[in-house]
């Protein structure tokens, strides 16, 4: 007789380190013998995996708790919200357990005790590499945990600590059985890549019988091996990163650098405790590009930080329109409850805020636009992510998934494209976003 599978609902939120936490629950879960159901109706519990890390996100996992709650009952909250058990238990009582970010075992511990696991050797037939949320092709691979700085908007170092380094050879381990499971395109993911190892004194560990340092240049070399796509987030922009310019250059990682600068004024860069040097950046930025003509360089910034003056936002300006940054993200500040930048002076009002961020994103947008425009006519490697008619939607070395731009196929579907291939792509025409081409046939 075959036993039911108890089931598990799951809502994940937040960014992708979040997302890789509820991979490893949602891993251990059908370990133990868990199914994953598809809706409200069909859980017996339902796990809700939270973001608290600015207020929109804040009631955004207050949201999708109070659906849970009313759509099924039985409720688990974890994640980085769960760090701030009070203002759950004020909106939702009911909720059966709270737990903190990569708190594994205390949510096991409450999904066992809600729901006691079937044992049933059959059901536990998972693949080696766990449970992804991600498309087959792709895979965010967290390297490290928590964060040694103290960014003054940022709560995050409260809630998931100081940073905790995995060691390179369990990496890069995690990363082989991703390729071997289908795995094109890894994306290294932190909260500050850049400090990889420093924890750890760049402990050094073997993998294929060579010595690799627990380090961020060390890493990219193993995970050059795989002969898959590797792209950098979260970098900081330190001295160190020279060294692995060289491998983008060489194609053994790809020229892709997520930095996220978050201003350029001296001043404002201060008062968020943040790298203050920016001419250093910016020559630094330039040297990058002589050596990886290739790269490209995606950024976030924060506009309107208290006490940005006119003169701080002009810095800003000049600092995007001379370092040429292909994508980036902006977003005007807003206080998040328990950091300290909510005790500095001179708040900027709303609607000089969002008039900063209208006049930097219409700067970036034709800064974004050129450097797309520059690319018609070029070939492009590229990875389809799917089929859409006539089309493969596919995105290029300078595009990483959610967050960049695409690469419309027009021809895909008849080129035999499906998800996960590389092509190279003819690059026919471009907008502030998207490129379009379409795959060369052999005359
Ligand atoms: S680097 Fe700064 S913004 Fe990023 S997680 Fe650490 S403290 Fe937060």
């Not at 009070?86 to 594994?104: F, T």
């Not at 370092?323 to 993200?329: H, K, M």
């Given at each position: ?151 003054t908007f ?107 600068f978050q201003h350029a004024s001296p001043k404002v860069l201060k008062a968020m405790k943040r790298p203050g040097a920016i001419d250093?950046t910016l ?18 910034f924060i506009v309107g930080f208290p006490g940005e003056t006119e003169a701080d936002f002009q810095m800003l300006l000049d600092f995007i329109e001379d ?7 902006a977003?005007t500040y ?7 930048a909510?005790?500095i002076e001179g708040h900027v009002p709303?609607?000089e805020q969002?008039s900063r961020l209208?006049r930097f994103?219409?700067l ?80």
């Open positions: 007789m075959t036993i039911a599978a108890p089931k598990v609902g799951f809502v994940s939120l937040g960014c992708p380190k979040a997302l890789v936490d509820s991979e490893r629950i949602l891993t251990q879960l059908k370990v133990e013998g868990y199914a994953v159901a598809p809706n409200y109706d069909d859980a017996d519990v339902v796990v809700v995996n939270t973001c608290g890390f600015i207020d929109s996100a804040v009631a955004e996992s207050l949201d999708a708790i109070g659906e849970a709650m009313a759509e099924n009952g039985k409720v688990i909250v974890t994640g980085c919200l769960g760090k701030r058990a009070d203002i759950i238990r004020e909106a939702h009582p009911g909720v059966l357990s709270i737990s903190g970010p990569q708190d594994y075992v205390s949510v096991m511990d409450a999904v066992h005790s809600a729901l006691p696991p079937a044992h049933d050797p059959f059901i536990d037939l998972i693949p080696d590499y766990g449970i992804k949320l991600t498309p087959k092709h792709y895979a965010y691979l967290k390297i490290s945990e928590g964060c040694n700085h103290r960014c940022c709560i995050i170092p409260s809630m998931r600590g100081d940073l905790v380094s995995r060691p390179v050879d369990e990496v890069l381990r995690e990363a082989e059985k991703l390729a071997a499971g289908g795995v094109k395109e890894l994306l290294v993911v932190s909260q500050d890549t850049s400090a990889y190892g420093v924890d750890v004194r760049y402990a050094p560990r073997t993998w294929h019988e060579k010595i690799y340092e627990t380090r961020m240049k060390s890493l990219c070399e193993g995970l050059s091996e795989l002969g898959i796509w590797t792209r950098l987030h979260y970098v900081y922009p330190y001295p160190h990163v020279d060294d692995i310019i060289p491998l983008m250059a060489d194609g053994k990682i790809l020229p892709y650098l997520d930095i996220p250093k020559q630094r930025v330039h040297n990058w590009r002589k050596v990886c003509p290739d790269l490209t360089i995606r950024s976030t370092a040429q940054l292909d994508r980036v993200g977003f807003s206080p998040v409850e328990g950091a300290a909510n005790a709303a609607e969002a209208a994103m219409a970036q947008a034709e800064i974004s636009e050129a450097k797309l425009a520059a690319k018609v006519g070029t070939r492009q490697s590229c990875i389809v992510d799917e089929i859409d008619g006539e089309l493969a939607i596919a995105r290029s070395k300078a595009d990483a998934p959610e967050i960049d731009g695409l690469v419309q196929i027009q021809n895909g579907f008849e080129a035999g494209l499906k998800p996960g291939d590389f092509v190279d792509v003819d690059i026919m025409g471009s907008d502030e976003h998207d490129l379009y081409g379409e795959v060369p046939f052999d005359d």
